[in-house]
């Protein structure tokens, strides 16, 4: 992830996650609302030949676009999609409907967008340069739900409750 960063972010918050994951050779593709298997799904991500595609759902908060995005992006770059199974699904709920489904690559995949959307240094750098103490304040300026926000604090020590 690290490396991912320092590749391909600008360091201009938010992190813009679609220009990165094109940049990862990654086509990044709205779903189809008219598309049956496209209904009730958050994010999706698949490997057609050698293309690799993620896509979000449009009708969301700007958010959580942003997050399955990111989340995706994970799955890829994670190698979660192998020829095999060349296809992921993230329900608006938060659950994979994939037979491939596994919680531990949903861990992986939330992790790696945490880390992509919240940068470990661009927080820290924000909390110690601009001494915020409001998650509001960061979760606007990062792109991300204050939910997100709060969990990521968390795990990253600034916060304990
Ligand atoms: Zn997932």
Not at 18 to 28: A, P
Not at 101 to 107: L, P
Not at 133 to 149: D, P, R, W
Request: proline letters at 2%; aromatic letters at 8%.
């Amino acid at each position: 992830m690290r490396k991912i960063l320092e590749c391909h972010w600008d360091w201009v918050l938010p992190v813009k996650v679609d220009s990165i994951g094109r940049r990862l050779s990654i086509q990044v593709r709205k779903l189809d609302p008219l598309n049956a298997e496209h209904t009730g799904l958050s994010g999706m991500v698949e490997i057609q030949d050698d293309l690799k595609l993620a896509y979000f759902n449009a009708s969301e908060s700007i958010n959580r676009q942003r997050f399955a995005l990111a989340h995706g992006i994970g799955h890829l770059v994670l190698g979660h999609v192998i020829s095999a199974a060349p296809r992921l699904v993230d329900g608006e709920d938060g659950r994979h409907y994939s037979a491939s489904n596994s919680s531990q690559m949903e861990q992986e995949a939330n992790n790696f967008a945490m880390q992509l959307l919240m940068p470990k240094d661009a927080i820290d750098y924000v909390i110690n340069q601009e001494k915020v103490n409001n998650i509001n304040y960061l979760a606007v300026k990062f792109g991300v739900s204050e939910v997100a926000m709060h969990a990521r604090l968390k795990n990253l020590g600034w916060m304990y409750y």
